[in-house]
């Protein structure tokens, strides 16, 4: 079954700058709309930043100018360029796909990765 697979977290000082990256673990056709979700301890999970397949883009307000989601459709991958990190960005980062185009004639829905954790020390 496919999933999706995260990188690139860390330990990090604030100030710092770190670069996240999700794949689907095997060959797709496509991804529709793909995001990175993060959750603290003790808080919900929260939207982080998301782009749809044709390049639009959201951020929550506490990321605006700071961090940059990205995504390279040949690829199927997508990026979180994370730069001045604060101690307050210290979450496991989820990547979050929409609708995955498996294979001719199976689409999947709703696909989350692993997470990967981020820690931003003061």
């Known amino acids: 079954q496919v999933h999706l697979v995260e990188s690139g977290g860390g330990l990090v000082q604030a100030g710092g700058s770190l670069r996240l990256s999700c794949a689907p673990s095997?060959?797709?056709?496509?991804?529709?709309?793909m995001g990175w979700y993060r959750q603290a301890p003790g808080k919900q999970r929260e939207l982080v930043a998301d782009?749809?397949?044709?390049?639009?883009?959201d951020y929550a307000d506490s990321v605006k100018g700071r961090f940059t989601i990205s995504r390279d459709n040949a690829k199927k991958t997508v990026y979180l360029q994370m730069n001045s990190l604060r101690p307050e960005d210290t979450a496991m980062y989820y990547c979050?796909?929409?609708?995955?185009?498996?294979?001719?004639?199976?689409?999947?829905?709703?696909?989350w990765g692993q997470g990967t954790q981020v820690t931003v020390s003061s």
């Open positions: 979050h796909a929409d609708r995955v185009h498996v294979r001719w004639g199976l689409w999947e829905y709703d696909y």
């Open positions: 095997e060959s797709v056709f496509s991804i529709s709309t």
């Open positions: 782009i749809t397949s044709d390049g639009s883009t």
